[in-house]
């Protein structure tokens, strides 16, 4: 949400939820989610819809601008504060940026001798999952943790992958509130980082 237009009715979404924690770059601690009508309707029939994922008492509380539990205000003012500055931009640039961030990150990988982890066509705009080595033929293989250190000592954070693919993939964000001259920052210190591998 926020980093690529999703056309919810024309999707046929009956309900999104999203963490603000990602392209609304905020703080974690806030989920945010639509429904369609059809799926507060269906909503209403189910006799134990809980409490937190409740839509229908969600919606009768909406109306009258409150919510149904005490809200994290400081999460709220964010969120207004980041909706201006989404609306400031405007949707199509804010979707534009993300893609020139995106490829900004794929050409890193690209030109150092990487493939993306992903199959072709599946791959995320806010994130590239660097494929190191995992495929046969596939890509190059550093020393990830090491990679980590060196990016780490010039300021910057980068994943490197989980579970089963830990060490074999490692991940880096343009989401949020990064720009051209942001993750041209970033791609500066994975170059120096690189040259000492």
């Not at 989920?31 to 009768?60: H, I, M, N, W």
């Not at 504060?81 to 609306?87: P, R, T, V």
Request: aromatic share 10%; glycine share 10%; net charge positive.
């Amino acid at each position: 949400m926020t980093a690529v237009p999703l056309n919810f009715d024309e999707l046929g979404m009956d309900v999104l939820l999203a963490g603000t924690q990602k392209a609304f770059a905020m703080p974690p601690g806030l989920s945010v989610f639509v429904c369609s009508p059809a799926a507060l309707a269906k909503a209403a029939t189910a006799k134990d819809r809980g409490y937190y994922f409740d839509f229908v008492e969600f919606q009768k509380n909406a109306e009258q601008s409150m919510t149904p539990s005490t809200p994290s205000i400081g999460h709220v003012y964010a969120l207004s504060s980041k909706l201006d500055d989404f609306f400031g931009e405007g949707l199509d640039a804010r979707y534009a940026r993300h893609k020139k961030t995106n490829g900004m990150v794929r050409d890193w990988a690209k030109k150092h001798g990487f493939n993306l982890f992903p199959e072709a066509g599946y791959e995320s705009l806010t994130l590239t999952c660097v494929n190191n080595g995992a495929k046969p033929g596939g890509s190059r293989k550093v020393d990830v943790p090491k990679l980590q250190k060196l990016v780490k000592d010039q300021g910057f954070l980068i994943d490197g992958g989980y579970g089963k693919i830990k060490g074999t993939t490692f991940r880096i964000s343009n989401m949020g509130d990064e720009t051209e001259a942001s993750m041209s920052t970033l791609i500066g210190a994975l170059d120096s980082a690189m040259q000492k591998l």
